[in-house]
Structure formats: structure tokens, C-alpha cells
Nanobody, 124 residues
Framework: QVQLMESGGDLVQPGESLRLSCAAS????????MAWYRRRLGDQPIPGIQ?????????????NYANSVKGRFTISRDNDWTSLSLQMDSLQPEDSAVYYC????????????WGRGTQVTVSA
């Protein structure tokens, strides 16, 4: 299993930027991709859907983004999968959420132990 710890969350104003970090340890060799997820503040839990997918990055560096963040967020990682980042620009109030990272195996399964997440609040 991969252990994960997120950091970097803060209270910012609309339009500002923030960079989140995720430290990974444990079964690093099993990682084929990593991703960021979020649970928006105040969201009612939907059965079976705990967190909204935000962005992912694959072994070959290919990135994918949710439409809601495309063009504003940038995901990156270091070469040995021990560090994942999310650069968030032009933040909006609807980006307020607790952000989580996780790791994905070659088979497409989540193999990380969910961390506590890091809270981002965007408010004037």
C-alpha cells in the first residue's frame, strides 16, 4: 500500500494561486499513475462517490484534468513518484474543498491509503 500525506492548503482570495503537495511512501514501485481528488466543502455525500476526481498524471507524463479545472490547474510529479504537486491558478470559490491525492496501479486500482487531505478555501 502507498501512504500519502497532502499539504499546502490555505485560505486565499478569488483569483489567487496555491500549490498543493503530496508526499508518497511505501509501495512506490506499484504506482502507474497518481491523481488529485477533492471533496467540496458543504457537499452532501453521494453514496458511492466520496471524492471528485480533479487531475491525474501517468507514467509517461500524460496529464488529464476535469473540465472544471482545465486550463487553471497543473499536475506534476517527480520521477520516483514520491512527490506529487497541484498548481492551482485563478482559484474560484467553487474550488473550495478538501484535496486528496492517491496512487493508481497499472490495473487501474487505487492503491493508496487515503490521507487526511488538505483544505483549500477560496473566499473574499
Amino acid at each position: 500500500q502507498v501512504q500519502l500525506m497532502e499539504s499546502g492548503g490555505d485560505l486565499v482570495q478569488p483569483g489567487e494561486s496555491l500549490r498543493l503537495s503530496c508526499a508518497a511512501s511505501g509501495s512506490i514501485s506499484s504506482i502507474d499513475a497518481m491523481a488529485w481528488y477533492r471533496r467540496r466543502l458543504g457537499d452532501q455525500p453521494i453514496p458511492g462517490i466520496q471524492r471528485e476526481w480533479v487531475a491525474s498524471i501517468g507514467r509517461d507524463g500524460t496529464t488529464n484534468y476535469a473540465n472544471s479545472v482545465k486550463g487553471r490547474f497543473t499536475i506534476s510529479r517527480d520521477n520516483d513518484w514520491t512527490s506529487l504537486s497541484l498548481q492551482m491558478d485563478s482559484l474560484q470559490p467553487e474550488d473550495s474543498a478538501v484535496y486528496y491525492c492517491n496512487a493508481v496501479s497499472e490495473a487501474g486500482s487505487l492503491i493508496g491509503r487515503w490521507g487526511r487531505g488538505t483544505q483549500v478555501t477560496v473566499s473574499a
